[in-house]
């Protein structure tokens, strides 16, 4: 991966924004509730008219636009998404026909909140063969599978989507290590129950609302607060650099409160974490492209500077990538 470097950013979120009193009166919950458990503010959901193709398709070509290209000079489209705009085809074929990349390669990568390190794993070994650019798109519209009375979840998420463009060249922010862990034994924590093979989404799926996302809360916290500082350090130790050569944090935006906790563990003692989740909630795989996208766009990293993205979510699965700047 260290061939491989981010030429573009971009992200899309949705215009509509959805207060916490808003998300948390059917939930039984209010503002001062939401903000202390999560540090939420606000969140954005797509209009009834959008889907998450329309968010990634966006996304994507600001990311183009940031880094010079056209369509035709796409070597591999990939979209971390756990919330297709169907089970089939992929959400990444309509972005391609959006895009009018016509006979690039298109796929999904469902590793939930993880996905889009996932992805950029995925395509970087492309490029690296094939040479051109390739696309990673993180989209997620979980507003359209959230239980308005289920407080545990409601208030957490937003939609939205963030992309990079990658190309095999010597210039620009450089991909130095990747690392990717699932660990199956804990899928339990994170689900949609019903809608696949092994739950059909029939009338008793609906009546029981198994449509749903559902997560153990305190377990999945319980994950996070344990592994990632030792999965973390591992990670730098692989990479062959120390705590104190990181110059920016951007980690999967899924609950401001303990992000803060999280980071305090990791005594990275020089870097700077990164959040967007205060305005944008949890927006699943999308989370760490816009993250980043809005510190590009603001100036906040510099050349020759570390950013360590960390990714977390269902599957149990983590994700690091370590860009030098």
Not at 74 to 81: D, E, G, R, Y
Request: with cysteine.
């Amino acid at each position: 991966m260290r061939d491989v470097r981010i030429v573009g950013t971009g992200a899309c979120v949705p215009e509509r924004i959805v207060s916490n009193d808003e998300v948390g009166a059917p939930a039984g919950v209010d503002d001062a509730w939401i903000t202390r458990k999560t540090a939420i503010r606000e969140r954005r959901w797509a209009g009834p008219e959008q889907a998450t193709s329309d968010l990634a398709t966006a996304a994507a070509r600001a990311a183009m636009k940031s880094a010079g290209i056209t369509a035709e000079q796409l070597t591999v489209i990939a979209v971390a998404t756990s919330t297709p705009d169907r089970p089939q085809p992929p959400t990444a074929a309509y972005v391609q026909h959006n895009l009018g990349a016509s006979g690039t390669a298109a796929f999904d990568v469902n590793a939930v909140c993880s996905g889009t390190v996932f992805a950029l794993s995925a395509v970087g070994s492309v490029i690296l063969r094939r040479g051109g650019y390739a696309l990673v798109i993180g989209a997620d519209v979980y507003s359209r599978i959230l239980n308005p009375a289920d407080r545990r979840t409601v208030v957490l998420f937003g939609d939205g989507a963030g992309a990079m463009v990658l190309a095999p060249t010597t210039e620009g922010p450089s991909v130095k290590h990747v690392a990717l862990h699932t660990f199956g034994e804990l899928s339990g924590l994170i689900r949609v129950p019903a809608g696949g093979s092994r739950q059909p989404l029939d009338q008793a799926a609906l009546d029981a609302g198994l449509q749903y996302f559902a997560m153990d809360g305190r377990e999945v916290r319980r994950f996070v607060v344990e592994q990632l500082p030792q999965l973390v350090k591992g990670f730098l130790h692989e990479a062959g650099v120390e705590a104190a050569d990181i110059s920016h944090f951007i980690p999967h935006q899924a609950n401001g409160i303990m992000l803060d906790e999280v980071f305090a563990d990791l005594h990275l003692p020089r870097a700077t974490m990164h959040k967007t989740v205060t305005h944008y909630g949890n927006t699943g795989a999308a989370s760490i492209p816009i993250t980043l996208d809005a510190a590009v766009r603001e100036g906040r990293i510099r050349p020759g500077e570390l950013v360590l993205m960390a990714g977390f979510g269902g599957g149990m699965a983590a994700s690091f990538a370590l860009v030098e700047w």
